[in-house]
Structures are given as structure tokens and as C-alpha cells.
């Protein structure tokens, strides 16, 4: 799904909502991620379980492939669990291509639970939509 035009076609408007977050290694920006609270109509396809509780979603979270395994990931998400609790959210959303292993592999090790039966389709690629309860530890 990422090429040249996405993800950086939303960068602008993430950085004018302040909904942008950066990681950094000696002041090199090697990564970066949305946390928002806009209900995209197109998610409304998956049956989310938090319909009425205060979440937001995660959006874009990419590590240079160069400073991958070295732990930023894990620090990114122990960030995000913070904001979300110092912020009064009790849940956590975001979507995954079905085919980033990878990605569905760290997300599910920090607590996020696959929504049944449930994805979300774009230009013929499926992604499916994950939550994490705040109750639910790092």
C-alpha cells in the first residue's frame, strides 16, 4: 500500500492537527506515527467493541529498516499506552494489511486482539482492524 504518494500525502494534515510523532536516535528523525482521534468513515466497516468508549487510532507506525530490532517499536507503544492513559482513553484502535506478518505479530505481543470477522478494503487490499483495552498491560 506504501509507495510514493502514501503515506506522505498525509503528512501535512497529521503534522497541522498535531497528530504526528517522530522517533528519534541522536536527533536523526528514524521513524514515525499518527495517533488520531478522526472516525474515518471507511473503518466503519469493522465491528469495532469500543463503539462507546474514548479511544484513537494509530496510524502509519514505521521504523527505518535500518534501526528496526534495536527497541524502538517497544518504545513507541509504551509512548502511545502513556498518552492514551494520561489522556483518559480506555481503548486503542488500528488496521493492518492481512499480509504484514510481521507487523500483526508485534501489534498481537502488545496486547492488541484481532476484531472478529471484521476488515477493511482498499484498491482490492484487505486490512484488518485490532483493539487494545487499556487494561490490558504492555
Known amino acids: 500500500m506504501w509507495n510514493t504518494e502514501y503515506p506522505f500525502c498525509e503528512f501535512e494534515g497529521n503534522i497541522k492537527n498535531k497528530e504526528m510523532y517522530v522517533i528519534e536516535n541522536k536527533n536523526n528523525i528514524i521513524g514515525s506515527f499518527a495517533l488520531t482521534e478522526f472516525d474515518d468513515p471507511e473503518y466503519h466497516v469493522i465491528n469495532w467493541t469500543s463503539n462507546?468508549?474514548?479511544?484513537?487510532?494509530?496510524?502509519?507506525?514505521?521504523?527505518?529498516?535500518?534501526?528496526?530490532?534495536?527497541?524502538?517499536?517497544?518504545?513507541?507503544?509504551?509512548?502511545?499506552?502513556?498518552?492514551?492513559?494520561?489522556?483518559?482513553?480506555?481503548?486503542?484502535?488500528?488496521?493492518?494489511?492481512?499480509?504484514n506478518k510481521y507487523a500483526i505479530g508485534l501489534y498481537e505481543k502488545f496486547g492488541f486482539i484481532k476484531i472478529q470477522n471484521s476488515y477493511w478494503v482498499i484498491e482490492d487490499k484487505v486490512f484488518i482492524g485490532f483493539e487494545k483495552r487499556l487494561d490490558i498491560k504492555v
Not at 474514548?54 to 502513556?82: H, T
Open 52 to 99: 462507546n468508549e474514548k479511544w484513537f487510532y494509530i496510524n502509519r507506525l514505521v521504523i527505518l529498516p535500518s534501526e528496526q530490532g534495536k527497541g524502538y517499536v517497544k518504545e513507541a507503544m509504551q509512548f502511545i499506552c502513556d498518552y492514551a492513559i494520561k489522556n483518559n482513553y480506555e481503548v486503542i484502535r488500528l488496521t493492518v494489511h492481512k499480509d
